[in-house]
């Protein structure tokens, strides 16, 4: 009877995480985000939970659709992130079923393919996201390491303009340490976007996330600040594709259920004003 090798657990951990890192990058045509990508959840690597699911919605004043050329209020409905964890993996999925726009003012003239909204209200679907997340570092780690990578799916309608239809596949690689109450995280990577120029098909920009929770039993306030950014100097920004940056003052309520709240205020030009992000959830 053969004896299994040392490195045999690793080896399978490794072609675990390979596969899955195949299924990311082969998944189908990803659509692009109006706001930047969600910070990761560290929280799912903690002990004793395994599945956690929310959901809600936002409202948004001052956000601009790039490719329609116009600025107003965005309304998402049915945002919701899932998640499973097992072992040192943990798969996320999430998206909006729904989002609103009402246009108030136009800042440039829209895409040729892009449809006018005589009525001044725009709506579509999306967008979706697959990622994963395998934790780099051993339980009990001073500073925690995790690789998160995925793709986005395609959801959006060129012609209604709120977002293009392109492929985009985003690899951030993140740290996280615990003092006593305080939680500190950072994560920073490249987002390969798919642009709508023949001649300019895909643009890289960097996407970052940093975030400080503080424990206080039921309560936990957080300051999240997340985005991406255009990485050229000087480079003019492709529609569709520009940079954005959200800093989000947040409060988690509850246990194994809670509910959070966000404010949202937006500090690069197609990013919103100001805005409210609310969602429910539940951990198992």
């Not at 209604?160 to 995280?185: K, Y």
């Amino acid at each position: 009877m053969m004896r299994p090798t040392p490195f045999a657990a690793p080896l399978r951990q490794a072609r675990r995480t390979a596969f899955l890192l195949a299924l990311c990058v082969l998944a189908s045509r990803a659509s692009a985000q109006l706001r930047p990508l969600d910070a990761l959840e560290w929280r799912m690597f903690d002990g004793g939970r395994t599945v956690s699911v929310q959901a809600g919605g936002g409202w948004m004043a001052g956000q601009r659709a790039s490719l329609a050329g116009t600025e107003g209020t965005l309304v998402e409905a049915g945002n919701w992130r899932a998640f499973w964890r097992t072992g040192r993996v943990v798969l996320e999925g999430g998206g909006t079923v729904q989002r609103y726009f009402d246009e108030r003012s136009s800042f440039a003239a829209p895409e040729p393919y892009v449809k006018p909204a005589d009525d001044g209200k725009r709506h579509d679907a999306g967008d979706y996201r697959i990622l994963t997340a395998v934790r780099l570092t051993n339980d009990g780690a001073p500073v925690a390491a995790a690789l998160r990578f995925g793709t986005r799916l395609p959801t959006t309608d060129n012609a209604v303009g709120l977002d293009r239809d392109a492929t985009d596949f985003m690899a951030t690689l993140g740290g996280r340490t615990v003092r006593g109450p305080v939680a500190l995280q950072a994560e920073a990577g490249v987002g390969i976007f798919g642009t709508r120029r023949p001649t300019f098909e895909q643009d890289d920009l960097l996407v970052y996330a940093l975030r400080a929770e503080y424990d206080v039993g039921a309560l936990r306030p957080m300051l999240t600040v997340l985005g991406q950014q255009v990485g050229r100097p000087r480079r003019r920004e492709i529609r569709g594709n520009e940079s954005l940056g959200e800093v989000r003052l947040g409060v988690r309520a509850g246990g194994r259920r809670w509910l959070l709240a966000e404010a949202v205020a937006g500090y690069t030009l197609f990013s919103p004003e100001w805005g409210l992000l609310v969602s429910a959830g539940m951990d198992w």
